[in-house]
C-alpha cells in the first residue's frame, strides 16, 4: 500500500465523519463512543462500492476511493452487511439529509 494512500484516506475519513451523526444506510446515530469495528461504531461507506471499481483504471479506482462525493457515514455494522453483499436500502434517509444540512 502506497504511503500517500493512507494519508490520504485518513484525511478523507476525517472530513466525512467531522460532524456526522446518522448512519446513511440504515439512518441511526453513529455511536462515537462504541468500540472500533463494533456494531454501531462511525464508518465510511463508499457509494459505489471499491468492490464496483476492480476493472477501472487505477487513478480512477483512487479517485473512488478518496472522492467526497462517494463517501458517506455509516455504521460499521451495515457498511460490513453492505460489503457482504447482503441488500441495504439505496435512498439516502430524510434524518440523514437534514442531518447534513448546513446550519446558520
Ligand atoms: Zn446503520
Not at 456526522?20 to 456494531?39: Q, T, V
Request: net charge positive; hydrophobic share 35%; with cysteine.
Amino acid at each position: 500500500m502506497r504511503r500517500d494512500y493512507s494519508r490520504g484516506w485518513r484525511r478523507a475519513r476525517a472530513r466525512v465523519l467531522d460532524g456526522a451523526r446518522i448512519c446513511h444506510l440504515c439512518g441511526g446515530f453513529l455511536d462515537y463512543d462504541a468500540p472500533a469495528r463494533s456494531k454501531w461504531a462511525p464508518s465510511v461507506d463508499h457509494v459505489l462500492p471499491l468492490k464496483a471499481t476492480r476493472y477501472m483504471a487505477d487513478e480512477l479506482r483512487e479517485a473512488y476511493r478518496l472522492d467526497a462525493s462517494n463517501l458517506r457515514p455509516a455504521h460499521y455494522g451495515c457498511n460490513a452487511r453492505r460489503q457482504a453483499g447482503k441488500p441495504v436500502r439505496q435512498h439516502v434517509s430524510r434524518a440523514w439529509s437534514k442531518a447534513t444540512k448546513k446550519e446558520g
